[in-house]
């Protein structure tokens, strides 16, 4: 994907307790409360075309109760009717009698290919909803919980093709323009994929904006963008300034169209033509990192200077700007550190950790130029600390 980040989370050693042996979890009951329902749920099956296991944690492992996280006592279920209904949830009591707080104008009934509908809750005030048949709400709630001031009103909805669910949205304010960015989640049929499941995960990412002209206010979406992924993400979110997306995934997403419909970086053939050499390659063990870089075959050992910090490295050739230079990931014994000039006229630096066993995820801080190669007794290590995570007996 253009312009992802690729980030590692790193334990800070001093915070652990080592001393701590675990939780222990209570032996009391959970509380448990059960309401009779007027109407069942709106559940929809998975049909027979929806085999896979992306169909399966997509839509059939769907949680119809929707939690509004602004006020963390009420959730809201769609039933049979199409009534969206908000039950008040509190521990020292019963539950109260579900109540309607939105109908939706579609006869869910009506659709055989429909999709569960999905509620999300981007603001204290405002509620994106799908309807499960491709169409999209935006409605103004006001104050939620409230039944006094809680009235339910859309002021936008379009179709926008084939069912899908609602999977995050967000409200922000830029340039004094109230936005609610929405993304969408289909499972899509992929005539391409001949060898796999058959099917592409697809994530639409709107921005639906305010727009007011001689007096007239509405909302209408002044922004489209498609990605596309083999695999259902296991946690996908828009920020909060609604600039970028956050994915977690077992597969990679990459754009596909923008909101012209213009293909975004997808052409395979010419990623190859503008791929550039990397500038230089790293290795690693627990101890210590090599960095291999190319130079110029004029170059002598008087042309090249190296300078070592704690944290910094700078690499110059003759008089020429700093062919490397930046902050080091995590700390080194600088006085340590050496270089040297290999027969095939690169460049070798090798760098010593000061904290040992460390894994460096990047060399130079936010510097893409460098390529890493793991050495094939590292692949064995890191895929053998791993499979506790892929057993079955944890």
Known sequence: MAGAAHCSLQAKRLLLDPKFEGYKLSLEPLACYQLGLDAAVAEVKLRDDQYTLDHMRAFGMYNYLHLDSWYQDNVYYVDQFGRVMNLSVTLDSALQKPREVFRLPTDLTAYDDRLCASVHFPSSTWVTLSDGTGRLYLIKSGKRGNSASEKWEIVFNEELGSPFIIAHSVCFVKSNVHSVAVLLLRVEKDELDTKGSGFHITLEWLTIGEISKEGDHRYEIFKRRVLQGKS???????????????????????????????????????????????????????????????????????????????????????????????????????????????????????????????????????????????????????????????????
């Not at 042309?303 to 110059?316: A, L, R």
């Open 232 to 394: 259902v993400p296991h946690y996908a979110a828009i920020e909060p300034s609604g600039d970028g997306l956050m994915i977690v995934s077992y597969k990679p997403f990459k754009f596909m169209h923008d909101e012209e419909g213009k293909v975004e970086e997808n052409d395979d053939a010419k990623t190859t033509v503008e791929k550039k050499d990397p500038l230089y390659y790293w290795q690693q063990t627990e101890d210590d990192v090599t960095i291999i870089v190319h130079i110029p075959e004029d170059i002598t050992k008087d042309d090249i200077k190296v300078c070592f910090s704690p944290d910094h490295i700078s690499v110059t050739l003759k008089d020429q700007p700093p062919l490397m230079e930046g902050k080091l990931y995590s700390s080194v014994d600088h006085e340590s550190c050496t270089w040297i000039i290999r027969e095939d006229k690169s460049l070798e630096i090798s760098l010593i950790k000061k904290n040992e066993g460390s894994r460096w995820p990047e060399l130079i801080l936010g510097d893409t130029r460098g390529e890493f190669i793991m050495d094939p007794s590292q692949c064995a290590e890191i895929a053998e600390s791993l499979m506790h995570l892929t057993s079955e007996v944890m």
